[in-house]
């Protein structure tokens, strides 16, 4: 990515106006913000004008690349190009809002079912296939990372020390990424040619 | 449902805003912090966690709403605002910075998706087992496991399809 989002004209817009159109799109997008792409088009620049669909783009993935939820990102950096800091907080507040509640209902609603009942049952093999995902998640990552074999190699090294300085070694989770995440840093050569990060393919 | 009341809303704030700087290059690192933190010091029950985190794939919006869940087990209300809390003041600073200076930052940036890409892989493989590891995992039901980790790892399925099928199958189970 060689651009980063225009946010010198931000057209003059209401912060309910933006709180409303982050709601919405909160409520009614599905499956993250790259499976919400189209929605998301729709509702900021065919209907809206208020980016482009290159800026979408750009946006979508700076989002990727920050220290912090995509889709989330990515909602505070249209409130940001739109109306500042403000802009920015009101934006993925205001996404994030429908789906938190609705959480936060059905955690309050739901409570953790004994062995052996429907309930239990279901929690049991739920956290199973949580486990199944956890791992596929890492295995995902790992592959579709684009770097040298000598820094893969050295990848999957970074890869099974977590685990293993941390349930075998009884080393901290923080201090084990912060060192792994420097040394990886050091260490780990982008493919030639590849002047771009190419990480974890976009999974939330 | 307050499962725990050494947490205060505070503490739920500190580790939420800590754990999203771990989701650099996409990745869930936030899990393996809150797994580190909560679950495995048994603060948490590993099926609560599991929970709302499925919960969390099925709602609209952002995955990560699945944090209000968790913060609600640590605090109570107070403990999900203050989740909620913790990871919006941290992406509000993290998607201003990224609009305003993202250009001067970019190589640095890039550079350590690199890295973090393998290192929140490993943070995930350690949230994995220890999540894993108070189940008392029975033999045959590894292969859920298995199926999930491929499914979504090679076949990329949806980890809401994976999760609504463990859930159906865990159903299916206690019928039969």
Known sequence: MSSTPDVSSPPSLSLWTLAWIFFKLGALAFGGMWAAMDRIEKELVIQRGWITKEQQVAM???????????????????????????????????????????????????????????????????????????????????????????????????????PIAVHAFGASLLLTAVITLVLGAWLIQPLPGDGLAQGALPDE | MNESASVSALDVMGVIMMSTLFSLGGGNGQIALIQDYWVGPGLLEPALFAWAYAIGNFVPGPKVSFVTGIGYYMAGIPGAIAALAGIVIPTTIGASIASHWYLKFQRVINHMTLSATFVIAGMMTTAAYGLARPMEIAWGEYIIVVVAAVAFAWKGLDAMYIIGGSGLLGAVIWMI
């Open chain 1, 60 to 162: 979508m993935m700076t989002a990727a690349l920050i220290p912090a939820p995509k889709f989330l990102a990515f909602g505070g950096m249209v409130g940001y190009s739109l109306r500042g800091y403000v802009g920015s907080c009101i934006a993925l507040t205001t996404l994030i809002l429908p789906g938190a509640s609705v959480v936060l209902v059905a955690v309050m609603v739901s409570s953790l079912g004994e062995p052996g009942t429907l309930l239990g049952t279901v929690q049991h093999t739920v956290s199973l296939g949580i486990v199944g995902l956890l791992i596929g998640n890492a295995v995902r990552m790992a592959r579709q990372s684009k770097v040298k074999l000598s820094s893969r190699l050295v990848g999957c090294g970074l890869w099974a020390t977590v």
